[in-house]
T-cell receptor, first 111, second 112 residues
Framework: QKEVEQDPGPLSVPEGAIVSLNCTYS??????FMWYRQYSRKGPELLMY????GNKEDGRFTAQVDKSSKYISLFIRDSQPSDSATYLC???????????FGSGTKLNVKP | NAGVTQTPKFQVLKTGQSMTLQCAQD?????MYWYRQDPGMGLRLIYY???????DKGEVPNGYNVSRLNKREFSLRLESAAPSQTSVYFC???????????FGPGTRLLVL
């Protein structure tokens, strides 16, 4: 079993929709949670970085962590065609140098 | 300020050949990382260097070696390339453990 599970999609939504992306994990030691966006043939870029449970908002993006359920989410409001990319979740546990990534969800926002 | 740079961008090797992937960062970051990305597998850590002068194995180190040449540069070497090492390789760096990683643009490697 992978430590971090993420639905690969693809997820196709119309422009303006609310998008929900999710990851589940098995290691209760994970304490820092991240979401990265990766455009085709580019390196991942950080979107959100949160610690422990709760919500964090940044513009149209909201990251949510539920440690009791071992479940994290990224919500994108008013989605735009420029949001079309692959979204990767990532986590760190006690070893701050070992990041565990989900396999990524491909999102397509249609104009 | 270029961030994290990687060379080459693309490489084709024959089985058994060797090569070194280069990574450099100009952000004065302490830690550097090498990942490989394969379809359906996400990013997997190969090796990392928490600080200049140290290196440690990640999740998938077999078949690779690394060198932290100085604070700026971290290279990944394939001594005898195998088709299973066909992948996209990303280098990343981080200033402090409280911060996250910044990634380079990647090197696409094809081993025939």
């Amino acid at each position: 079993q992978k430590e971090v599970e993420q639905d690969p999609g693809p997820l196709s939504v119309p422009e303006g929709a609310i998008v929900s992306l999710n990851c589940t994990y098995s290691n209760s030691a994970f304490q820092y949670f991240m979401w990265y966006r990766q455009y085709s043939r580019k390196g991942p870029e950080l979107l959100m970085y949160t610690y422990s449970s709760g919500n964090k908002e940044d513009g149209r993006f909201t990251a949510q962590v539920d440690k009791s359920s071992k479940y994290i989410s990224l919500f994108i409001r008013d989605s735009q065609p420029s949001d079309s990319a692959t979204y990767l979740c990532a986590m760190i546990g006690y070893n701050f140098n070992k990041f565990y990534f989900g396999s990524g969800t491909k999102l397509n926002v249609k104009p | 300020n270029a961030g994290v740079t990687q060379t080459p961008k693309f490489q084709v090797l024959k089985t058994g050949q060797s090569m070194t992937l280069q990574c450099a960062q100009d952000m004065n970051h302490n830690s550097m990382y090498w990942y490989r990305q394969d379809p359906g597998m996400g990013l997997r850590l190969i090796y990392y260097s928490a600080s200049e002068g140290t290196t440690d194995k990640g999740e998938v180190p077999n078949g690779y070696n690394v060198s932290r040449l100085n604070k700026r540069e971290f290279s990944l070497r394939l001594e005898s390339a195998a088709p299973s090492q066909t992948s996209v390789y990303f280098c990343a760096s981080r200033r402090r453990v409280e911060e996250t990683q910044y990634f380079g643009p990647g090197t696409r490697l094809l081993v025939l």
